[in-house]
């Protein structure tokens, strides 16, 4: 199996990470159930992977080409305790030596958020662990963190993903502190994919359906818009989606070589906002450092664009490995840690907030 698997299989990864020198050992228990994917995670000292797995419901939502939130709750439920005892054994450890639980309290759908915080109070409840809330977009700017390259803010932190796009400033600070710089004024990118492939008959989620029919396509095929070019730092995509649906309707829906440079035309149209904006804010914020994260950098296409732009300008860029890109608990598991050494916990109060916006 692979270490990653978002198959209905759970997925393991076997905690091939290394401690970096001297470190605290802190253990943190990671659980993640903000949108479709049911993850849960160990990690020491806020560094060290020990286990994770990421239960994906993409069989789940296939039929109804989108992400179905009652649906969504239910497998919840049903998947994110086996999840949890599944860590703790492939980690070797026990729920009582647990220092902290970590949990997604947004954004995210409220139903699927409400699962994971009762889920975790209940834990803390019934062992001597501490409760942390944690935004998702940090957990994800929080990936990086579990890497052996280590990225010293401030730096540019890059977040794309099915419901954001989001660029902020990162610095450094227990736990660190975030200015939002830009955002989507519309789509997030992985929306756009998602509702791109929508249209074109592809299989939810789209992002790697579009990446995989790109390959061999002519990206110059359809001059698809690079919206808000040169126009400050927010991004949209709403445009791209529309021109690809006029397309669609005047012409059908193309097949063979014909699909293949249509997905790789639309992929090259929203790398090109990406790393465009992306490097407009290193270049504004005067930094050179920039982290890519989310589950849209899981795409090949925009890491190597966003590499070599980022070379070019002498910009220093990080990329979480593909399994630390796409939703899991370990990066929440991650962004608690600096929470927890300042001793900001929460109380069983702790209420989910689907729109919680981070900076
Ligand atoms: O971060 P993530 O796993 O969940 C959210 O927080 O939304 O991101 C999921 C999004 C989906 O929209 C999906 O289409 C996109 O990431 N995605 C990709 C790729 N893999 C996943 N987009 C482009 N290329 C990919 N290879
Ligand atoms: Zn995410």
Same mark, same amino acid.
């Given at each position: 199996?692979?270490?990653?698997s978002?198959?209905?299989?759970?997925g393991?990864?076997p905690?091939?990470?290394?401690?970096?020198?001297p470190? !605290?050992?802190?253990?943190?228990l990671?659980?993640?159930?903000?949108?479709?994917?049911?993850?849960?995670?160990?990690?020491?000292g806020?560094?060290?992977?020990?286990?994770?797995?990421v /239960? !994906?419901?993409?069989?789940?939502?296939?039929?109804?080409?989108g992400?179905?939130p009652?649906? &969504?709750?239910?497998?919840?439920?049903?998947?994110?305790l086996?999840?949890?005892?599944? *860590?703790?054994?492939?980690?070797g450890?026990?729920?009582? $030596?647990?220092?902290?639980?970590?949990?997604?309290a947004? %954004?995210?759908?409220?139903? =699927?958020?409400?699962?994971?915080? @009762?889920?975790?109070?209940?834990?803390?409840?019934?062992?001597? !662990?501490?409760?942390? =809330?944690?935004? /998702?977009?940090?957990? /994800?700017l929080?990936?990086?963190?579990?890497?052996?390259?280590?990225?010293?803010? %401030?730096?540019?932190?890059v977040?794309?993903?099915?419901?954001?796009s989001?660029?902020?400033?990162?610095? +450094?600070g227990?736990?660190?502190?975030?200015?939002l710089?830009?955002?989507?004024?519309?789509?997030?990118?992985?929306?756009?994919? $998602?509702? *791109?492939?929508?249209?074109?008959?592809?299989?939810? %989620?789209?992002?790697?359906?579009?990446?995989?029919?790109?390959?061999?396509g #002519?990206?110059?095929?359809? &001059?698809?818009?690079r &919206?808000?070019?040169?126009?400050?730092?927010n991004?949209?995509?709403?445009?791209l989606?529309?021109?690809?649906?006029?397309?669609v309707?005047?012409?059908g *829906?193309?097949?063979?070589?014909?699909?293949? $440079?249509l997905?790789?035309?639309? @992929?090259?149209?929203? *790398?090109?906002?990406l790393?465009?904006?992306?490097?407009a804010a290193?270049?504004?914020?005067?930094?050179?450092?920039?982290?890519?994260?989310?589950?849209? +950098?899981?795409?090949?296409?925009?890491r190597?664009?966003?590499?070599?732009?980022a070379?070019?300008?002498g910009?220093?860029?990080?990329?979480p490995?593909?399994?630390?890109?796409?939703?899991?608990?370990?990066?929440i598991?991650? +962004?608690? /840690?600096?929470?927890?050494? =300042?001793?900001?916990?929460?109380? $069983?109060?702790l209420?989910? #907030? %689907?729109?919680?916006?981070?900076?």
């Amino acid at each position: 199996m692979e270490p990653w698997s978002r198959g209905p299989v759970l997925g393991t990864w076997p905690g091939a990470f290394l401690p970096l020198g001297p470190m !605290s050992e802190e253990l943190i228990l990671g659980l993640e159930t903000s949108c479709d994917e049911t993850a849960a995670a160990v990690v020491r000292g806020g560094r060290r992977l020990l286990a994770s797995r990421v /239960h !994906s419901q993409v069989d789940l939502h296939a039929a109804f080409g989108g992400v179905v939130p009652e649906l &969504a709750s239910r497998d919840h439920l049903a998947k994110l305790l086996p999840t949890v005892d599944a *860590v703790l054994s492939d980690a070797g450890v026990e729920l009582c $030596d647990i220092d902290c639980i970590a949990v997604t309290a947004g %954004p995210g759908l409220i139903g =699927a958020l409400l699962v994971g915080v @009762q889920t975790a109070k209940g834990l803390c409840a019934a062992s001597s !662990s501490v409760l942390v =809330a944690v935004n /998702h977009l940090e957990g /994800h700017l929080s990936a990086i963190n579990l890497e052996k390259e280590e990225i010293e803010p %401030p730096f540019v932190g890059v977040v794309v993903s099915g419901g954001h796009s989001s660029i902020f400033r990162v610095e +450094a600070g227990q736990p660190p502190l975030y200015r939002l710089l830009g955002r989507t004024l519309d789509d997030a990118a992985g929306e756009a994919f $998602d509702k *791109v492939a929508r249209l074109l008959g592809l299989p939810y %989620p789209g992002g790697r359906a579009i990446e995989e029919l790109a390959i061999g396509g #002519d990206a110059a095929a359809h &001059a698809f818009p690079r &919206a808000m070019r040169g126009r400050g730092l927010n991004l949209s995509f709403s445009g791209l989606k529309t021109s690809v649906r006029q397309h669609v309707e005047k012409n059908g *829906v193309p097949v063979g070589s014909g699909l293949s $440079d249509l997905c790789a035309s639309v @992929q090259e149209a929203i *790398v090109d906002s990406l790393v465009e904006k992306s490097l407009a804010a290193v270049k504004a914020a005067n930094l050179d450092r920039l982290l890519l994260s989310g589950g849209v +950098a899981a795409n090949g296409r925009l890491r190597e664009k966003m590499a070599r732009s980022a070379r070019a300008a002498g910009v220093r860029l990080f990329v979480p490995s593909m399994g630390l890109c796409t939703d899991n608990a370990a990066m929440i598991a991650a +962004a608690a /840690h600096p929470r927890y050494l =300042a001793g900001q916990v929460d109380g $069983d109060d702790l209420e989910p #907030d %689907p729109a919680w916006r981070l900076g």
